[in-house]
């Protein structure tokens, strides 16, 4: 990085240290958090940036109350804060974000609270979600598509025209998982999961990998690979908690991601030829396409139906078959990533034609986290 | 009741001590922001204010009302929790946050469950220590 372009302005440690038995380690966190912004003049709404291991950067953005553009979760150790500040300077440099907060705090010694992972019982998430009888991702992710539903009279056929629109993208790919076409009425009498989702709903369970490699515009000359550069990117983070979303019909993390990558890659809606929604179940294509702006409120279940999204569509979503139908190993982003990447070299199963700019769209967790990249093959 | 439980139990921290402290006495506790600019209620629990970033946070009790925001109904229950479909519900306070939830004394299907009715708080002991906050249709 360019010497002296990023400084510290504020630094504190807990109230304090030694032994700390009433504060949980989410709270050591906060405590040290609010000192360093006490240090320096800052409330929590002035930061945008968020770095800290051992504790998971959505968890601690979102007890703060600050809605990141960057966060860091890099946990490699006791030496990670400092992965963190380098990580920090050139977010800082690149325009990621303006006011980034490392944190650490640690009950090493009365080990309250410890073992912030999602469902440890002295968790948030252990104490307020756990108990009430979750079966996983089919029983959470879901929760707010009936108040959705509510709000902007999303039927329960434009809801399962998202996984028949993705079968049909499916079929054209020989290493989807289901190809056999499929029917609203199919998905509607599909075994019930978790009403209102059934299982032709849910994401496929599934083995794989994938990976890619990153170098400069000027060293992509000596490859024999069609480039495909990287035109924009955006990311946040909301909450672990599914159930303190700030409003469970909408996602605060997709709007902040993709508002960002969309203004970095200096392009409008208009421009896209392509695009992916990580689809872990039916109604993220629906909360996707409305939050990164390419329909309206409420009017992704319309356009869905109407086959906007489907093969000879002008708006082609998903076109590897998605996780509903191509395959889903858990952090299915990887799979998202690699189809956007053959649309923009022209060779996926079902290229779209011409295909110049591809948004690549991923959740993480249950709506708790969110990153979007955007692709050009020009 | 108690004996029944064989879900995960709760471990309170100092901060969200006094939730569950409220809970087994059969009060739902809540935190509102002391500042007079700012008066956000705050759930759950922790000894500031995420909206302001004040230190300066008062416990009170809730009303215990709230209104039905959103649920699933769980056809695949954990252990302990069927056979039968249950609902996993979001309610909305009526001081404003929202939590995830069981609908008691109420059938487990969509046409009983209808979003925005109003909804009451009823705990249910499931150790000495802990209650849980359930819900069930007001007036029921």
């Not at chain 2, 139990?9 to 509102?32: N, S, Y």
Request: glycine share 12%; charged share 20%; aromatic share 6%.
């Amino acid at each position: 990085m360019e010497p002296r372009s990023v400084a510290i302005v504020g630094a504190a440690e807990t109230t304090e240290l030694g032994r700390i038995p009433g504060l949980s380690q989410i709270q050591l966190h906060a405590d040290a958090a609010l000192n360093a912004m006490a240090d320096c003049g800052l409330k929590p709404s002035d930061i945008d940036g968020v770095a800290t291991a051992g504790e998971a950067p959505a968890g601690i953005a979102h007890y703060l109350g600050i809605t990141p553009t960057w966060v860091d979760g890099t946990s490699v150790g006791g030496c990670s804060f400092m992965l963190h500040v380098r990580h920090a300077a050139a977010a800082i440099n690149e325009g990621l974000c303006e006011v980034a907060l490392v944190t650490h705090g640690e009950s090493g010694r009365s080990r309250v609270g410890r073992g912030g992972f999602a469902g440890a019982p002295a968790s948030l998430a252990g104490q307020y979600e756990a108990p009430y009888g979750l079966s996983g991702p089919p029983s959470m992710f879901t929760l707010g598509v009936l108040r959705y539903m509510k709000e902007t009279g999303m039927t329960h056929e434009q809801l399962a025209s998202v996984s028949v629109v993705q079968r049909e993208w499916a079929a054209l790919n020989p290493r989807s998982t289901f190809k056999d076409p499929i029917t609203v009425d199919d998905v509607l009498n599909s075994r019930m999961i978790a009403y209102p989702f059934r299982l032709l709903q849910c994401c496929l369970v599934t083995d794989g990998g994938g990976a890619l490699i990153l170098v400069s515009k000027e060293r992509a000359r000596d490859f024999p690979t069609k480039p495909v550069y990287i035109l924009g990117t955006g990311e946040s983070v909301e909450t672990p908690m599914i159930s303190q979303m700030e409003d469970m019909t909408t996602s605060r993390a997709f709007r902040v991601a993709g508002s960002r990558a969309f203004e970095e890659a200096g392009i409008t809606h208009d421009d896209v030829d392509h695009v992916m929604i990580y689809d872990a179940f039916a109604h993220l294509p629906i909360y996707g396409l409305e939050d990164l702006g390419f329909v309206g409120r409420g009017e992704a279940g319309a356009f869905i139906e109407a086959r906007n999204t489907a093969p000879g569509g002008p708006l082609p979503v998903n076109t590897n078959g998605g996780g509903l139908s191509y395959m889903h190993s858990g952090m299915y982003g990887m799979y998202a990533l690699q189809e956007s990447v053959r649309q923009m070299r022209g060779t996926a199963p079902a290229q779209v034609p011409d295909a110049k700019i591809s948004v690549c769209h991923g959740v993480g967790g249950m709506f708790m986290a969110s990153g979007t990249i955007i692709m050009t093959n020009e | 009741m108690a004996d029944d439980y064989k879900g995960p139990v709760p471990v309170p921290t100092p901060e969200t001590q006094d939730f569950w402290d409220g809970a087994k006495r059969g009060e739902l506790r809540l935190q509102r922001c002391d500042e007079d600019d700012c008066d956000d209620v705050i759930f759950p629990a922790r000894s500031f204010c995420p909206c302001c970033g004040s230190r300066s946070v008062s416990n009170f009790t809730a009303s215990g009302r709230g209104k039905l925001y959103s649920y699933v109904i769980n056809h695949r229950p954990p252990p302990g929790f069927g056979p039968e479909p249950h609902a996993i519900a979001i309610v909305e306070l009526d001081e404003g946050p929202r939590m995830m939830t069981n609908i008691i004394d109420c059938e487990q299907t969509p046409e009983a469950l209808v979003l925005d009715m109003p909804v009451e708080v009823a705990f249910t002991p499931i150790t000495d220590e802990i209650s849980l906050p359930k819900f069930r249709p007001a007036g029921g």
